[in-house]
Structure formats: C-alpha cells, structure tokens
C-alpha cells in the first residue's frame, strides 16, 4: 500500500510518518500484510529513485547482520527433528514420508535427486 518507514537497525524497529516506533511485525499489519507473518520478508527496501528493493532480510544478510537461511527439505528438517530429545517417531516418520514422495516425484517429472 506504498506505507513508508525508517528501519533503525539498533532497535530492529521501525519508525513511521508520526514519528511512533512499531515492531516489524506491527509495520507489516500496518500496511495490509499482516496475514503473511514473516515481516523480514514483506519489508523492502526502497532504492534511491523510490521503487521497491530487497527485502529486508536481504539487506540484513548482506550487511552482515545475518545469516543467509537455507531452505530446508523435509529430509533436513527430519534430521534435525531426530536429534531433539522427545521428539515423536510418528512426526519423524511422516516427515521421512514426505521426503521420500518428494524424491519419487522429482524422478517422475524427469528432475535430478535430492
């Protein structure tokens, strides 16, 4: 909706036209996309003509403030679940579910494994 704000990197807040200090996550419901929940990535950042630029987790990775996220496979995230302690079998056994449909669909549309 073209609502614009300073980003202060220090508070990791932003601050509006009235000069009120809001969260990301208030910003983000503030200019209609609060349904999307993940405000680093609703956020741009505007260029100096005034268009839409990055996204705000972009520029936070690129100025090092951080790590690049890495898309996570079913596979992966069944890893990771197996190794939290009380973590159930049925949960990791659905997830390893998925990964293996995943694969198996991957080599039917003729795509590389993995």
């Known amino acids: 909706n073209g609502l614009r704000g300073t980003f202060l990197t220090e508070r990791m807040e932003v601050m509006v036209g009235d000069g009120r200090m809001v969260s990301g996550t208030e910003f983000e419901r503030m200019a209609g996309r609060g349904a999307a929940k993940k405000w680093k990535v609703s956020i741009r950042v505007c260029k100096p003509d005034g268009s839409s630029g990055m996204t705000i987790q972009d520029w936070m990775v690129q100025a090092g403030m951080e ?3 890495q898309a996570r496979t079913p596979a992966a995230a069944a890893a990771a679940m197996a190794a939290v302690p009380g973590t159930s079998n049925a ?3 659905a997830l390893r579910r998925r990964a293996t449909a995943s694969v198996y669909k ?3 549309e003729g795509g590389k494994e993995g």
């Open 67 to 69: 790590h690049a996220r």
């Open 91 to 93: 949960g990791l056994d």
């Open 106 to 108: 991957r080599k039917e």
